[in-house]
């Protein structure tokens, strides 16, 4: 059975997953611009994976692959995992870099609070309990369970029980993008299991790999779970504090202040008329 998987971070998951399931088949792996870079190249033995492959799976909307795929294939969707509810604050501003170093989050308080004119004191002010409160970010994670099943039900999917149980965790989420691997490996048996390809192994052997997977994103960056919204919810405030990539970056840890000093520093030098139209083109994007 040839194999192949379509996705960003969580690849190294999937392939775990699925090496540990079906340990007979040859499952191989590419993140999206690799295999746009392959595909414009006419990388012949890439293509002539795709020729004969049995099963599609991951990002399967990505129209530069689809067009290289047998109909006979078996197309099984996993979109991008993304999660706001614990991070009602954190924004993706398009070509603003992020205070993590890497990626382009914000923090929405900071950069409302950089465009009224606040300063740096009166801004950290405004993190606590009942700013979040009027500003809605305890009602977030409803808003994200509802939208993130909607999403993957449009994929053909309700991963109903899959959320359900990670929600009851006290540590999930590194960053809205990154949750503890575990979840994509609980992910991806899922998936399999609702498209009638269980694993080939025992539960045992199972619960073995999955207990020794490598939670490579937890060497990423982390955002934190605001210590109010965390008491609010039940959970752990965790990730406690801001982190840059220990895997790609510095490593640093850093708090509030820390974070709100650098940010303000960066949007006085990306100037204010770049950042205004990066924070309302995200909100209108989050608002969808």
């Not at 706001?84 to 993706?92: E, K, N, R, S, V």
């Not at 999955?210 to 405030?237: S, T």
Request: net charge negative; aromatic share 12%.
């Amino acid at each position: 059975m040839k194999v192949l998987v379509l996705s960003g971070c969580a690849h190294r998951a999937y392939i775990e997953y699925l090496k540990a399931a079906h340990p007979r088949w040859d499952v191989r792996a590419v993140v999206p611009h690799t295999a746009e870079q392959w595909v414009n190249a006419k990388e012949e033995k890439f293509l002539t994976f795709l020729a004969d492959l049995d099963v599609f799976i991951g990002l399967t909307n990505n129209n530069n692959i689809d067009q290289y795929i047998p109909a006979k294939t078996q197309r099984i969707s996993v979109p991008t995992f993304t999660f706001f509810g614990y991070h009602p604050d954190a924004i993706f501003l398009g070509g603003i870099p992020s205070v993590l170093e890497r990626g382009l989050c914000h923090s929405r308080l900071t950069v409302s609070s950089y465009l009224d004119g606040l300063d740096r004191a009166q801004t950290e002010a405004r993190f606590n309990a009942e700013t979040y409160a009027k500003l809605g970010y305890f009602d977030e994670r409803d808003i994200a369970v509802k939208n993130t099943l909607k999403y993957f039900q449009q994929h053909k999917s309700d991963i109903t029980p899959v959320l359900e149980f990670w929600l009851k965790q006290q540590e999930f989420l590194y960053y809205p993008s990154h949750p503890k691997i575990e979840l994509f490996f609980d992910l991806m048996d899922y998936r399999m299991r609702e498209n009638d390809l269980p694993p080939e192994v025992s539960p045992e052997v199972m619960q073995k790999a999955r207990a020794e997977m490598d939670d490579y994103l937890e060497e990423g960056v982390h955002w934190p779970v605001y210590k109010e919204i965390a008491e609010h919810h039940g959970i752990k405030a965790f990730p406690a504090q801001w982190r840059a990539s220990t895997a790609r970056g510095t490593g640093e840890q850093f708090d509030l202040a820390v974070m709100i000093d650098r940010s303000m520093t960066i949007y006085d030098a990306c100037g204010r008329e770049k950042l205004e139209a990066a924070y309302s083109t995200a909100e209108k994007l989050r608002a969808r």
